[in-house]
């Protein structure tokens, strides 16, 4: 359970497992909870935590390198992104990777069940079935309150696993808060202050009726906050207490700033979350790859084409080892596949070899309209049809190739978009939890 | 709805109730605390709001912390090899949604505009669940819930006719009455019916697939206001709706089929791809000189010419850059409408977007979107955990039902 000592093989202090053993024996009971962890030095911490063994990697570079070596054991990893973007594909991956390394998983559902034939194709290979059912471990949650009780007086068997994966979280907190907004009783019309934006949260006196002390309704933005922080923090203490990696899915909310709609995780953004380490929030978007021409190569920059690959997953760490990287998150790109996920260069060197073969323009067009080809062919190429100048919708064989191919994404149409960097900046002042989305 | 902590009714309905537990079960009414309250308050807050003894307040949360603990984890295999499939009825259809057919014990959305054959699916699943395992089915009944124009018996009949035909030996399991179904006039009704009647059929009336047509037309209906607090509210009637749909699959083991209409979306004007040409597109340029290159792949591919490829021609629009989490601009990638796909090509493309918003769309677990252009017909997955490779079938709609036209 516990990860062997750090690498320099110095005599170190003791790590924690030994410890809470020898404290129990020393008070003479072994189910007491271990209320203090043992000391050790910050330079022997820092080390373990660095240590390859304690954490779990996705094994793709890219991701790895933006989370910094992986999910951390003893730390709470948040994974958030908006739906189909691949959190539970991640998930799959470092799951299925840890318990190829011998690792205990405990793996939460609360919405839809553990799609298990994915994860099956790439253990069931390596491993029995007997293994696999003594490594990994299920259990379905229906309400929020139940999760709580959980971290809130772990049960002894939680403290066996090295990761425990819930997917997702959202579902939860969603419906317990959904729940709560609904009994707040209305206010009364001459209460209502019109200026306000709409929140439930208009402080209501208790009835009068009751004996119980006059309370403030708590409002629900800081009843969420509170709860939230409370659910961090006891899962930070099951995490740190047993060295257990926590890795939480999130689907992500909306958000009106400045006009617009953003997505944002639904944990909320702020001071509450700062207890959790590694924050990684997933999003789709276009990628442009420059296709060389076969041809001359004093006119390459005309004829070089884009391709554009159409929504490649990508996940950008906006928080990382605790520091935070919103202003200038690092990007990875990643493939979701039939057991997780994989990288993207295979992927792409064959969508530009198929292009590469493909015929140069030819040389007998004036300049301005070859000009206005590379444009054209920049914008739009038609991903299996002849290329450049057609444009229209692309033959039905071209669609259904989809299918024969290795592509996870539908490259049937192909634009040019930008990639951008997620700049935090413009984030309003006002947070509501409102699908601008639907104001038509 | 609820009121303080009958919401725990609803969480642990074998809560064991004793004198202690009743007595402070009516004081945390009165103060209008929640479970979710209880767990995370202090003791001494609770005791504060409750007035009652921190004592008593302990021995409460013991037995309730008992109660609402999750049974021991489950080994993985036994867990899901209970999890059942619905077929559709047709290979190519069940291949595109994942393999074997519609997932139960979530719920799943299909999406498209008007008469593109969203009801005929959904009757299409209700006569093929009550099919025996070898076909595809499950054995159970359905229910079919309509918001709209009612059941159409006649086609049901006649689809009932033709699966009879296909599967002979299935005659006896395959019955109209097997299809239950229920017609709601308003929101009201559509949320008593969810709320109340649907669970008791459920469990009393072996029921495998429940399929809502459509869970939107009442909710715009009646919140037709634009105001904030009609969306707010709207938006929390259906999370609600959502949980008891999800928990009656999770605890029943049965799929749920929702319809789901859409709307236009109006692009922003910088939303179109004109004004992206050129724009930065490769991860590098974007990270700071220190930032790890990992991150781009194409690096290798490109070599020398990466800058000279790409600078000629979109140099001038390096400077636009959109947020990467705008909402509409990410929500071309899970509504099934790639809404910027429209202008440039010429033709005018639909801008369309599933209606509900993104709180409907967080509540599904996959969403299926059915498209029709002229007499081609368009059917595809847009996100669920059990497809990866997002297939676009073409499909007909034929007297015995759908089917998967395959193209050579």
Known sequence: ?440 | MYTGMTDLSHICPSFSHNELTNSILSSTDAANLTTTDLLTLSLDALAKRTGRSVVDLRRFLDILMRELMPPTPTPLLEATDRQQFISTGDELLDNVLGGRGLATGCITEFVGASSVGKSHILMQLCLTVQLSLIHGGIRRKAVYISTESGLETRRLNQLLFHLRKRYPDEVSNLKSENVLCITCGDLEVQEHVIRYQLPFLVRTQNIGLIALDSIASHYRAEHGELGRTSLYQRGNELIQCAEILRNLATECGCAIAVANQIRDQFAKKNMTVENHVGAATLISSQLSQDETRIANPFEEVFGDDADVSLSTDFQDSREFEIDIFDLDYQSRFFSGWDCLVAESSGEIHELKVPALGLIWANCVSQRVVLKRKVSKRTIEVVFSPYVTCGQVLDYEIRAEGFRGVEFE
């Open chain 1, 1 to 440: 359970m516990m990860p062997s000592t750090s690498s320099s093989g110095s005599a170190e202090t003791s790590h924690s497992s030994a410890s809470p053993v020898a404290k129990s024996t020393l008070n003479n009971s072994v189910s007491e909870p271990v209320h203090r962890l043992p000391s050790q030095s910050l330079s022997s911490y820092l080390k373990r935590l660095d240590a390859v063994e304690s954490k779990f990697s996705t094994h793709l570079p890219s991701l790895d390198m933006i989370m910094r070596g992986g999910v951390t054991r003893g730390k709470i990893t948040e994974v958030s992104g908006p739906p189909g973007s691949g959190k539970t594909s991640i998930a799959l991956q470092i799951a299925s990777l840890a318990v190829l390394s011998k690792a205990k998983v405990l793996w939460i559902d609360t919405a839809s069940k553990i799609p298990a034939s994915r994860l099956l194709q790439r253990l069931l290979t390596s491993i029995s079935r007997d293994d696999l059912n003594d490594r990994v471990s299920h259990l379905q949650l229906t309400s929020f309150a139940s999760l709580l009780a959980l971290f809130v007086r772990p049960p002894a068997y939680l403290s066996s696993y090295a990761l425990i994966v819930i997917d997702d979280l959202s579902t939860l907190t969603a419906a317990a808060f959904a729940a709560v907004v609904s009994h707040v009783p209305q206010p009364a019309p001459q209460q209502q202050q019109f200026d306000r934006v709409f929140s439930p949260d208009v402080p209501q006196q208790a009835p009068a009726s009751d004996t119980s002390k006059r309370h403030k309704q708590e409002d629900t933005t800081t009843k969420r906050i509170r709860v939230i922080t409370e659910l961090v923090a006891r899962m930070t203490q099951v995490a740190e207490r047993s060295d257990t990696a926590i890795l939480i899915l999130t689907k992500m909310v909306s958000r009106i700033g400045g006009g617009d709609a953003r997505m944002v995780s639904s944990l909320g953004e702020g001071q509450h979350l700062a207890g959790l380490w590694t924050r990684l929030f997933l999003f789709r978007n276009d990628v442009a790859l420059a296709v060389p021409c076969s041809g001359s190569t004093q006119q390459r920059s005309r004829d070089a084409r884009t391709v554009i690959v159409r929504g490649v997953p990508h996940a950008c760490a906006v928080k990382c080892a605790g520091v935070n990287y919103e202003n200038a998150p690092s990007v990875g790109v990643f493939r979701i596949v039939e057991d997780g996920i994989t990288e993207t260069r295979e992927w792409f060197d064959e969508v530009i070899a198929r292009f590469t073969s493909q015929d140069a323009a030819p040389q007998s067009e004036s300049t301005e309209l070859q000009e206005e080809n590379a444009k054209k062919r920049s914008i739009f190429v038609d991903s299996f049809g002849p290329c450049p100048n057609e444009h229209d919708e692309p033959s039905p064989d071209a669609v259904k190739s989809t299918a024969a191919t290795d592509d996870s994404d539908r490259p049937s149409q192909k634009k040019l978009k930008p990639m951008v960097v997620y700049d935090s900046e413009e984030l309003g002042d006002e947070d509501f939890e409102i699908d601008e989305n639907d104001l038509l």
